[in-house]
T-cell receptor, first 111, second 114 residues
């Protein structure tokens, strides 16, 4: 069984569009995250949700918004996509301050 | 605030040779330390972690790391690498108390040549 899953795996879209990426974890973890990995492999944490409460929110544009319908899901909505949003987005989960379990990633390409 | 420095962006090595990937961190509080591996086009996978106890930590795939508090280091080692170890390796640190808000290093690309 997949521990952390993301859909879609690939997402190609045009500038100005709005898109969503879904994430689900079946590990029973209490915290979920979104990361952005750029072309140089640098990982930037974007959001973290603990028990449905946003606990960190890095300085990302407000075009990005996380939404957590329940403890097992954390979706990422992106409005008015820009070229610079092209990257790989990873969802992850953890139990408290233990290690993170990462999803396979969503490669977003904005044209 | 905490930070992580991976001293080498790229480490080329021949198959069956030993390798060390270096990681230094800074933090004003106690930390947990992690090494992750990312194979091409995949997500990150935990290699090993230091939470407490023995400073020598063994992980998957024959890797190990040693926590050195005085030198604030957590270097990753493997005595004999394989072609399949070619990947990106990330060191990460988080506060030992409170929520998991990790800081990642910029990654080290391990390239194993035949």
């Amino acid at each position: 069984d997949t521990a952390v899953s993301q859909t879609p795996k690939y997402l190609v879209t045009q500038m100005g569009n709005d898109k969503s990426i879904k994430c689900e974890q079946n590990l029973g973890h209490d915290t979920m995250y979104w990361y952005k990995q750029d072309s140089k492999k640098f990982l930037k944490i974007m959001f973290s949700y603990n028990n449905k409460e946003l606990i960190i929110n890095e300085t990302v544009p407000n075009r990005f918004s996380p939404k957590s319908p329940d403890k097992a899901h954390l979706n990422l909505h992106i409005n008015s996509l820009e070229l610079g949003d092209s990257a790989v987005y990873f969802c992850a989960s953890s139990q408290g301050n233990r290690e993170g379990h990462f999803g396979p990633g969503t490669r977003l390409t904005v044209t | 605030a905490q930070s992580v420095t991976q001293l080498d962006s790229q480490v080329p090595v021949f198959e069956e040779a030993p390798v060390e990937l270096r990681c230094n961190y800074s933090s004003s509080v106690s930390v947990y330390l992690f090494w992750y591996v990312q194979y091409p086009n995949q997500g990150l996978q935990l290699l090993l972690k230091y939470l407490s106890g023995s400073t020598l930590v063994k992980g998957i795939n024959g890797f190990e790391a040693e926590f050195n508090k005085s030198q604030t280091s957590f270097h990753l080692r493997k005595p004999s690498v394989h072609i399949s170890d070619t990947a990106e390796y990330f060191c990460a640190v988080t506060r030992s108390g409170g929520s998991y808000i990790p800081t990642f290093g910029r990654g080290t690309s391990l390239i194993v040549h035949p």
